[in-house]
Structure formats: C-alpha cells, structure tokens
C-alpha cells in the first residue's frame, strides 16, 4: 500500500508559477513510477508527466513541456512538480499517483497506476 498526499496549490496569476508536492509514504518506492496528471471540470483527466524514483527519469505531456518540472527528493520520499509560465487552460484539480516502474500500458494512461492521492487544486486567472 502507498499513500499519496498532495499540496501546494492555489490560485496564481497567467505567467506565474506553482510548486506542488507529493508526499508518499508505505511501500518501497525505488519501484515505482510517479505521476502527476489533472482534471478540469467536464473533462477527462490529463497526463501531465512522470518520474521514476529509482533514476528520476522523466517524461512529459506536450502541453506542459519547457513549462513544467518533475522532481524528487529521494530522503523526503517527495515528488515535486514545478509549474512555470502557467496558462489559464492549466488550471485544473492536480493528482499524483504510483504505479509500477515496470508495469503494462502507456505512462500516460490513469489505468496504468493503483495509487492516487486526494488532489489539488490550482486556478490561474487570466
């Protein structure tokens, strides 16, 4: 079992930036894969990117590539997702979410993770 526990969202101005958090705690997490994704209302949720914890190899969606950052903090047992040049269109509930390094299916899909935190939410006001 992994517990995920997200924070650092808020309201911020077009072209400002946000650091969300994501703290975990349960299993061994060297064999996971992190990821962050949001959901806008009436939408599906999104991939955002991802993070391995053993490497701290990371992958983006195009939409948030060059603006966004993923990160972790191996003795923390934290994940990061740094938002710069943020967009109206980024605003959204933000979630973090663990799955298998090694697991089947595409990073960017939601089913490809068995844990999700609570979510958080980030406004950016045009």
């Known amino acids: 079992q992994v517990q995920l526990v997200e924070s650092g969202g808020g309201l911020v101005q077009a072209g400002g930036s946000l650091r969300l958090s994501c703290a975990a705690s349960g299993r061994t997490l060297s064999s996971y894969l992190m990821g962050w994704f949001r959901q806008a209302p009436r939408k599906e949720r999104e991939f955002v990117g991802t993070?391995?914890?053993?490497?701290?190899?990371?992958f983006y969606a195009d939409s948030v590539k060059g603006r966004f950052t993923i990160s972790r903090d191996n003795a923390k047992t934290t994940v990061y997702l740094q938002m710069n040049s943020l967009k109206p269109e980024d605003t959204a509930v933000y979630y973090c979410?663990?799955?298998?390094?090694?697991?089947?299916?595409?990073?960017?899909?939601?089913?490809?993770?068995?844990?999700w935190g609570q979510g958080t939410q980030v406004t950016v006001s045009s």
């Open positions: 993070i391995t914890w053993s490497a701290g190899t990371t």
């Open positions: 979410a663990a799955g298998p390094t090694y697991g089947l299916g595409p990073v960017s899909r939601p089913a490809r993770y068995d844990y």
